[in-house]
């Protein structure tokens, strides 16, 4: 049974920093595209960074763009988004999800973990 399970989520001020961590069981974790989506409140599900199967390609949208950064490890099946320069509207709860596509087109999902950026 796959599962993608989320921590590293919190409350962070404006400007600082978080790492969001992934770890993956249950499907072949190499042979599936990674990505972030995020849903704020009120708002859609929101599609933010994605990352090839073997690092080779990585994808933002242009609200996060220089200040996100994903990345994988293929030998521990993690993945992780290391997000810089925290904005208010970066407020969402965070979610984890393994698929293929650009934007991707989610096969298994996470729990979510919610981060909290104060002004």
């Known amino acids: 049974q796959a599962q993608l399970v989320e921590s590293g989520g919190g409350l962070v001020q404006a400007g600082g920093s978080l790492t969001l961590s992934c770890a993956a069981s249950g499907f072949s974790f190499s042979s599936y595209a ?24 990585t994808y933002y949208i242009d609200s996060v763009k220089g200040r996100f950064v994903i990345s994988r490890d293929n030998a521990k099946s993690t993945v992780t988004l290391q997000m810089n320069s925290l904005k208010p509207e970066d407020t969402a709860v ?26």
């Open 94 to 119: 965070y979610y984890c999800a393994a698929g293929g596509g650009i934007p991707l087109e989610a096969a298994y999902w996470g729990q979510g973990t919610q981060v909290t950026v104060s002004s």
């Open 34 to 57: 990674m990505g972030w989506f995020r849903q704020a409140p009120g708002k859609e599900r929101e599609f933010i960074a994605a990352i090839s199967w073997r690092s080779e390609s």
